[in-house]
């Protein structure tokens, strides 16, 4: 039974994570901090021996008792909203955080897991975007904290990787949603859909034509479960490769919703903000058999359900 431990297990990408874990026999301990993670993303499992959840912020001093297989780091603050209110801790737990959960996996002969992010692409000037391309980051930015450090995190990674001959993987996720998103994410998928449901205006920002790729969180988690099992050190891509315009995306979500809300447009948060956003997935096909499963349409029903029991009907 292989051991686990998965950072930031109680948020959106995490427990979905701790879900498959599960599924897949291992045995899961899951540490968050709860800064953006829930534990009700996690009460579904706290009666299952096979998981344990540990409060705890991994920028400091890192030991866990017993052996572990893996090592899955996906903690920290990843929206958004979070960029201008919790830099200094998505920086710390990028750096620091990388540096302790590497340290224990290289302790324990772990298989270490970072979960980078399509942000180190920055503002793309190639699309789509292949593992080779270095990227066009304002490091000074709002969303430099972000953006510069999983970039950093992967260059650690890597490090370990090299001059330890730690056994890593690195995935670059793209945007992904489902069940279990903040209602505060500020991203298009809880934005939009929390909007709609409240029958309040639907804000497109800019002129609602810059492109994102949208991947169902299942679909993603495999990806990582297939990377994870593979002799592939990545960074890989993992996304939807099937690019709509955030406009495209805003009249679906009213048509599914039902929704008399109007579409309204307003400025462009940030001067960084990406005008585009598509994967080329060429090698999560080739290498490891992976690609995406679940239409549009069908996640987002899902999606809806979920928000529909945490917004009052209107």
Not at 110 to 116: G, I
Not at 178 to 206: C, H, K, S, W
Not at 210 to 226: A, V
Not at 278 to 286: C, E, L, N, W, Y
Request: glycine share 8%.
């Amino acid at each position: 039974m292989p051991r686990v431990l998965v950072t930031g297990g109680a948020g959106f990408l995490g427990s979905h994570l701790c879900d498959r874990l599960l599924a897949e026999g291992c045995e899961v301990v899951a540490m968050d901090n709860l800064i953006t993670g829930s534990t009700d993303n996690i009460a579904h499992l706290i009666d299952n021996r096979r998981f344990r959840f540990i409060y705890y912020d991994v920028t400091e001093y890192l030991y866990l008792d017993g052996p572990l297989d893996f090592v899955f780091h996906l903690a920290s603050p990843a929206s958004p909203v979070d960029f201008p209110t919790k830099p200094i801790q998505i920086l710390k737990v990028n750096a620091l955080g990388t540096h302790k959960t590497l340290g224990l996996a290289r302790a324990k002969g772990a298989t270490y897991f970072l979960a980078s992010t399509s942000e180190v692409y920055g503002d793309p000037l190639v699309h789509p975007q292949t593992e080779e391309y270095l990227g066009n980051v304002n490091p000074i930015g709002v969303r430099g904290v972000y953006d510069e450090a999983k970039r950093f995190a992967e260059s650690m990674t890597m490090a370990y990787h090299r001059y330890h001959g730690l056994n890593t993987k690195i995935v670059r996720i793209f945007n992904t949603y489902g069940p279990r998103m903040r209602l505060d994410d500020g991203r298009v998928v809880p934005n939009f859909i929390g909007q709609a449901l409240r029958g309040e205006p639907i804000t497109v920002y800019g002129t609602g034509q810059q492109t994102r790729s949208f991947c169902y969180c299942s679909d993603l988690i495999d990806g990582f479960w297939r990377l994870a099992n593979s002799d592939q050190s990545g960074p890989i891509n993992i996304g939807n490769p099937t690019e709509r315009t955030i406009l495209e995306f805003a009249q679906e979500i009213k048509r599914l919703t039902n929704s008399k809300s109007e579409i309204v447009f307003q400025p462009l948060p940030t001067a960084d903000d990406p005008k585009q956003r598509r994967p080329d997935i060429t090698k999560a096909r080739t290498r490891l058999g992976w690609e995406p499963k679940v239409p549009l349409e069908e996640g987002l029903k899902k999606t809806i359900e979920y928000f529909k029991q945490r917004i009052p009907a209107q």
